[in-house]
């Protein structure tokens, strides 16, 4: 009886001591868990070049997660124009989330005019920086004029700009580039055939994207035009230079688009007409070897009308039925503060919004930093938002291929114009409205200046 009554001890011994340590466990594993803070994850939607990404990923990113404790930051880069469509699905499923998003200021309109983007009235004094630069106020001061309230925020701008290899040009005699359209096409003659690098991607299907469009863009309103209309006078001067431009055009040309920049290390062309500042990063690297010596850039040639810029870049927007706007205007606080904007200004070119990012810039920024605030300077203009810009750069494609690859009669060109002026119209009363189309025929959505 007794050595029973001691093994009945020594379990029960045994069976006290693992649940001492169960208990114990578990109450570790509570009092951990109840005293680790939450994080609250904030998703950040972008198109971003992989070097952009790279540079969120490793530095932007862990320095808000860093400076704001109990934030995350998941970034989700989207291909070039997917953005907006992945708005769209979002607010349609009701799965918005804690989510700000990245647009070209070229794609905004589409949200905004079906209704997909949170109206950021209220809250705009807190989420947007008082030192705006000049431009980017005006922008923000046109969208209250024109959609009573603040839909899109300025994150970051982007002036496309002309860039030209030093070598060639010394090669050919010439001493400074060109400062007009007629000297441009003198010194293209000067550089031979194939010198000059023109973003037509997609024209041979006439499907171009962004691309072509922007580019055509810029070419119409420095000639003076109205490019949404196609074929008012400026329009036609514009599409009637490009036609002789193209004489020199670089055989690849119609394959060009934002990433063809590398021909102007290799000598595959001199002239490399309007591309984004981040290239200067990658002509300069260990792969090109290009030096302020060897590589020129500056703001490119005035039109006939005026020598005005396109102010590209991203905007910053909130979907509407996002949740937490707290932590979402943390993170925008943070990318529009002037060291967010500062750091991207060096490392990335891109043209910061925050006035107060240009104070104290080391000295190796200076060479394209002065190029776009000698842009700035002469005039900028953006594209006005509209929802059928997607259909209007089909249209601008197809027409630079029917007059500039396909080299339709010089005579032509008018009437070739007039014809997808006719097409956007139908386009416009079809999809939208005979108010609307009538609208677009008599100007109101042209270029906003500022």
Not at 252 to 265: I, P, Q, V
Not at 293 to 313: C, D, E, F, K, M
Not at 350 to 375: E, K, R
Request: aromatic letters at 12%; hydrophobic letters at 40%; glycine letters at 10%.
């Amino acid at each position: 009886m007794k050595r029973n009554l001691k093994g009945i001890s020594t379990v029960a011994i045994v069976i006290i001591v693992v649940i001492i340590i169960i208990v114990a466990g578990v109450g570790v594993y509570y009092a951990t868990t109840l005293s680790k803070p939450s994080t609250t994850t904030i998703n950040f939607y972008e198109s971003l070049a992989s070097s952009e990404d790279s540079y969120f990923t490793n530095t932007i990113i862990p320095e808000f997660e860093s400076a704001n404790p109990g934030y995350s930051v998941k970034l989700i880069n989207l291909g070039s124009g997917q953005p907006p469509t992945e708005l769209a699905t979002l607010v349609s499923s009701n799965s918005v989330g804690v989510s700000l998003f990245g647009l070209d200021n070229l794609a905004v309109g589409t949200p905004l005019y079906a209704g997909d983007l949170m109206n950021l009235t209220s809250i705009v004094s807190t989420m947007m920086p008082s030192t705006l630069i000049s431009s980017a106020t005006n922008m923000v001061n046109y969208e209250k004029s024109i959609f009573h309230g603040v839909y899109f925020i300025p994150f970051r701008s982007n002036i496309p700009l002309v860039w030209y290899n030093k070598q060639a040009f010394a090669s050919a005699g010439i001493t400074s580039p060109p400062a007009t359209d007629a000297q441009l096409l003198a010194d293209a003659k000067a550089l031979g055939a194939g010198s000059v690098m023109f973003q037509g991607a997609g024209t041979t299907g006439g499907h171009g994207g962004s691309s072509t469009g922007t580019e055509l863009y810029q070419w119409m309103v420095q000639d003076g035009g109205d490019p949404f209309l196609f074929n008012d006078t400026g329009d036609i001067t514009a599409f009637q230079f490009l036609d002789n431009l193209s004489a020199y055009f670089n055989s690849g040309y119609t394959s060009g688009y934002w990433g063809s920049y590398t021909g102007l290390a290799n000598g595959g062309y001199s002239l490399l007409d309007y591309q984004w500042p981040y290239i200067y990063g990658s002509l300069t690297n260990a792969t090109f070897h290009m030096t302020n010596q060897t590589l020129g850039v500056y703001p490119g040639p005035n039109g006939t009308a005026n020598g005005n810029h396109l102010l590209g870049g991203d905007v910053l927007v909130i979907p509407k039925g996002a949740s937490n706007l707290g932590a979402i205007e943390k993170l925008a606080n943070f990318l529009l503060s002037p060291t967010a904007q500062k750091q991207t200004l060096i490392a990335l070119s891109w043209v910061a919004v925050n006035s107060q990012a240009y104070s104290n810039l080391p000295s190796n920024t200076t060479t394209v930093g002065t190029a776009l605030q000698q842009a700035i300077s002469e005039g900028v203009f953006l594209r006005n938002p509209t929802p059928w810009i997607t259909e209007w750069q089909v249209y601008a494609s197809e027409a630079f291929y029917a007059i500039v690859v396909n080299h339709g009669a010089y005579g032509s060109i008018q009437s070739t114009l007039s014809g997808y002026n006719q097409q956007m119209y139908n386009y416009i009363k079809s999809n939208y409205n005979s108010t609307v189309a009538q609208q677009y025929e008599s100007g109101a959505f042209a270029p906003i200046s500022v």
